[in-house]
């Protein structure tokens, strides 16, 4: 390809994109509607993920990606290179993450039209690059921020409710439903500000129980090996059946898992995400963080957010009384769990 001004989707040509994904789970998922922008911006589109191993199920799971190559964590941007260079070549190599090795492992790997965020380190490495929103204005959610990558490269954002339509059509609950699975998310490896007390998380799934007698309810708590005793004390606390994911599962685990799911209840955290993008509905808790920045995506989820006056304060832990998430009472996660399960699609 010439080093024109402008890319080749944009004349139809053949292009291949080499996406580095962002490496937290939630990152990647919101990334989701940039890549399937960027699959849609032409005619003869190919799409390859650069990602962290963990990550590799996640994206292989898309029909808009073409190919995944997983890279261990600890490997050097230098053989990371060389792992790609394995690969072919590729036209445009597509940033999502804001770091510099991104752009190092990419570079070394031979691509060297990379477009993405304009960062102070690595600006002489990028061939497009995009200035950071102005944090004066109103906030721009992580998803949008990926969107204007793709944008930038002549994807077609006019039909935005279809880009973030993932999947397409959530799975129906209905007011008929005999036995329901909910899974439940209480960690989040940020910090305890992102984290609704696990007594309460136990309060609701009782309370809903409670409500619905007529409804088996099956439990299960995910989360990741650091957050096995979370899950624990949760599970501990329900009555059966239920059972402690947590530690557990490897992503490509916890996608099948997640599918078996009529809702999560969840913090703010990469599994709230992954359940989004498969098209499970959330209640989703948030605390510390901004939901303007990374609510799930789609109008199926619920929200939950008790703002004071010093939220967000994006804090791993609370200085003072824990006010955000201790003036939410299990009632009110209930009555979100119930609105999801009287959906009838």
């Known amino acids: 390809m010439k080093d024109s001004g402008s890319d080749s989707t944009q004349s139809g040509a053949r292009v291949r994109y080499l996406v580095r994904s962002p490496n937290p789970l939630g990152d990647a998922c919101m990334a989701l509607p940039a ?5 849609k911006s032409g005619p ?3 799409i390859t993920i650069c990602c962290r191993e963990n990550l590799g199920p996640m994206w292989e799971a898309r029909d808009e990606i073409d ?3 997983p890279f261990s964590r600890d490997l050097p941007p230098r053989e990371v290179g060389k792992l790609l260079r394995r690969h072919g070549t590729f036209d445009i190599g597509v940033l999502l993450p804001n770091s510099f090795r991104s752009a190092l492992e990419l570079k070394f790997g031979g691509v060297h039209r ?3 965020y304009h960062r102070w ?4 490495l990028v061939w497009k690059s995009i200035p950071e929103p102005d944090a004066d204005r ?6 949008h921020r990926y969107l204007a990558i793709a944008e930038l490269l002549g994807a077609d954002l006019s039909d935005i409710d279809d880009l973030l339509a993932l999947p397409p059509t959530p799975r129906p609950i209905g007011s008929a439903e005999k036995k329901i699975h909910i899974g439940i998310c209480p960690g989040a490896e940020y910090g305890n500000a992102k984290r609704y007390p696990v007594e309460r998380y136990a309060e609701a799934i009782q309370s809903l129980r409670g409500k619905r007698p007529e409804i088996d309810i099956s439990v299960s708590v995910f989360g990741s090996p650091a957050e096995r005793e979370i899950g624990e004390d949760l599970a501990g606390r329900l009555d059966p059946p239920g059972h402690n994911r947590a530690g557990e599962t490897s992503i490509a685990e916890l996608v099948e898992e997640l599918r078996t799911c009529h809702f999560v209840a969840t913090n703010d955290t990469g599994t709230m995400h992954l359940a989004a993008a498969l098209g499970v509905p959330t209640v989703a808790i948030f ?3 901004e939901p303007a920045l990374t609510a799930p995506v789609g109008t199926i989820h619920r929200v939950i957010r008790h703002q004071v ?11 003072i009384d824990y006010r955000c998430m201790l003036r939410i009472p299990p009632e009110t996660v209930v009555g979100e769990m119930e609105t999801l399960l009287d959906r009838d699609s």
């Not at 380190?121 to 002489?124: E, M, Q």
């Open 121 to 124: 380190l690595r600006w002489p």
């Open 44 to 46: 003869d589109v190919e």
């Open 35 to 39: 890549v399937r922008a960027l699959k």
């Open 138 to 143: 109103e906030p721009t959610h992580h998803v």
């Open 67 to 69: 190919a995944v190559i």
């Open 309 to 319: 006056d010093c939220s967000p304060c994006f804090l791993r832990e609370c200085p």
């Open 114 to 116: 990379l477009v993405g």
């Open 287 to 289: 605390g510390s963080t």
